[in-house]
């Protein structure tokens, strides 16, 4: 995996990527211009992105049906430099009239357990907790655990 970086200005870059680009930021406050995500918003993106389409994918397997899908992330920072990540919560809605929790709950942990590379990577240093919505109603919680 390789990428290009490229300074825009202050502390603007852009990342190409396999034809892709995306731009980074911080905040004025931060010595930025706000124009764009923080590189740690980005990995907290890319965190949320592959547990989504983990999700996605199992149940498109399970032959499950899914009308609406979001996914909130919502980290924590350790204080001090460098701040990291150090608890994560992650919470899956899910809407459609054929859901069933067993399955939908067998795909997020499918993912948090043994698919999601960013979990795997990002629980190394933070916990990473979930809950999981289903029309409406709490299904299911957990913690990603890899091995």
Known sequence: MKLKMDWKRELAFDAHIDGHT????TSAKGGGGGTAPTPKQLVLAGLAGCTGMDVVHILGRMRVQIDSFDLEADAHQT??????????RLVYRLEGPELLPAKVLE???LSQ???CGVSA??????RISYEVIINGQLAGT?????T
């Open 79 to 88: 204080d001090g430099q460098p701040a990291v990540f150090d608890e994560i």
């Open 121 to 126: 990577m990002i629980s190394r240093s933070a």
């Open 113 to 115: 357990t043994k698919y």
């Open 107 to 109: 795909a997020v942990e």
């Open 142 to 146: 957990g913690t990603a655990r890899f």
């Open 22 to 25: 995306v731009a980074m930021d």
